[in-house]
């Protein structure tokens, strides 16, 4: 299974963004899938995950109440959407199963600024 992200940019602080991860292969309709982000000189990290089935969702701490995973799986797409975004989400955002066992795409830029 191959990952695509997208919907990254420059954004000010307070603004929000729709990131989009689309999966080649539908087995990865069958997989928990996550969000995560590394900021520049940090590990990586994770920020949400959703069942297979999106009836469950879980998030990081400090985005709880700010961001929202999604998926359709008719389109093989997870998405998560960023609002109230501060300059600490900065960082390029990659998606993966949520055990992070598939391949990592290239990520999105995310880049807030005050």
């Known amino acids: 299974v191959q990952l695509v992200e997208s919907g990254g940019r420059l954004v000010q602080v307070g603004g929000s963004l729709r990131l989009s991860c689309v999966a080649s292969?539908?087995?990865?309709?069958?997989?928990?899938m996550a969000w995560f982000r590394q900021a520049p000189g940090k590990e990586r990290e994770f920020v949400a995950g959703?069942?297979?089935?999106?009836?469950?969702?879980w998030y990081e701490d400090s985005v709880k109440g700010r961001f929202t995973i999604s998926r359709d799986n008719a389109k093989f797409t997870v998405y998560l959407q960023m609002n109230n975004l501060k300059p600490d989400d900065t960082a390029v955002y990659y998606c993966?199963?949520?055990?992070?066992?598939?391949?990592w795409g290239q990520g999105t830029q995310v880049t807030v600024s005050s």
């Open positions: 993966n199963a949520d055990s992070a066992f598939l391949a």
């Open positions: 292969e539908r087995a990865a309709n069958d997989y928990a």
């Open positions: 959703i069942s297979w089935n999106g009836e469950s969702t």
